[in-house]
């Protein structure tokens, strides 16, 4: 199993590879900043430059992405794309609506990804100018190269959960800021709360059936991610807070955990 998981992940990061290299020549020639690598289900498409809406099947792979436009998901949509400057990964699940920014400077872009409701998973690659921004209607996410899972809707707010790496999540309203790690949930709320805890089995298990409804993930990759949320296999942790001290500055307590 451990040799299909290498061959697996070789043959991705070929791909990827192929994939930028073959874009390279025109990746900034046309403005693009995105492109659809794979789609499912119910999907719509919004191009903000001329109002073109696409459904269905005209969502396919190699779409091009460009700035402020839309995607939406319905019930059993899904919608993956790359960035063309690093590789980035955006995975749109069902019922979720993205609006993807972007500012091409020199060879790389400048991104912002606007989330007002869904399940969105980001495979981020590490960012060598500018952080990676997330939006809500509650929070602002800070990202410089990580994978994490959001949550959003408009009652409860968001839900941010860390697999790698470290997000600096802000909420709009109480301007309290939380550090995600792996293993961590932040939840931020509209009325300025905010929450940080170690995420729970039966949350990551939701957000695993979904990779694997779509087929991101077979069944023995679902059931090892599973086993190594759980606790086994699993390396320290720890959750880092900043705490305003009253006088404008910022102090971090940082709780380890296993």
């Known amino acids: 199993m451990e040799r299909e998981q290498l061959q697996?992940?070789?043959?991705?990061?070929?791909?990827?590879?192929?994939?930028?290299?073959?874009?390279?020549?025109?990746?900034?020639?046309?403005?693009?900043?995105?492109?659809?690598?794979?789609?499912?289900?119910?999907?719509?498409?919004?191009?903000?430059a001329d109002g073109t809406v696409l459904k269905r099947k005209d969502v396919r792979k190699g779409l091009s992405l460009y700035d402020k436009d839309r995607i939406v998901t319905g019930s059993n949509g899904f919608a993956k794309y790359i960035y063309l400057d690093d590789g980035s990964l955006i995975k749109v699940h069902k019922n979720a609506e993205v609006y993807v920014y972007g500012a091409i400077d020199k060879r790389s872009i400048i991104k912002q990804i606007n989330v007002t409701e869904g399940n969105?998973?980001?495979?981020?690659?590490?960012?060598s100018s500018s952080d990676f921004t997330v939006v809500t209607p509650t929070s602002v996410a800070?990202?410089?190269?990580?994978?994490?899972?959001?949550?959003?809707d408009d009652e409860d707010g968001d839900q941010f959960f860390g697999l790698s790496g470290l997000v600096s999540v802000t909420n709009i309203e109480s301007n309290e800021i939380l550090q995600l790690t792996r293993n961590t949930t932040i939840k931020s709320r509209p009325d300025g709360q905010m929450v940080i805890q170690k995420t729970e089995p039966k949350d990551f298990r939701k957000l695993q059936e979904l990779e694997l409804d779509v087929g991101e993930i077979n069944e023995s990759e679902f059931n090892q991610s599973i086993v190594e949320q759980s606790g086994e296999d699993l390396p320290?942790?720890?959750?880092?807070?900043?705490?305003?001290?009253?006088?404008?500055?910022?102090?971090e307590i940082i709780i380890k955990y296993k």
């Open 120 to 127: 969105v998973k980001f495979e981020v690659s590490k960012q």
């Open 236 to 251: 320290e942790g720890e959750i880092k807070v900043q705490l305003d001290d009253g006088s404008g500055s910022l102090k």
């Open 142 to 152: 800070s990202v410089k190269g990580t994978d994490f899972w959001l949550k959003t």
């Open 8 to 48: 697996k992940q070789l043959l991705l990061m070929i791909n990827i590879i192929f994939i930028l290299f073959f874009l390279s020549s025109f990746i900034f020639s046309n403005n693009g900043i995105a492109m659809i690598t794979k789609s499912k289900g119910t999907v719509e498409y919004k191009n903000n």
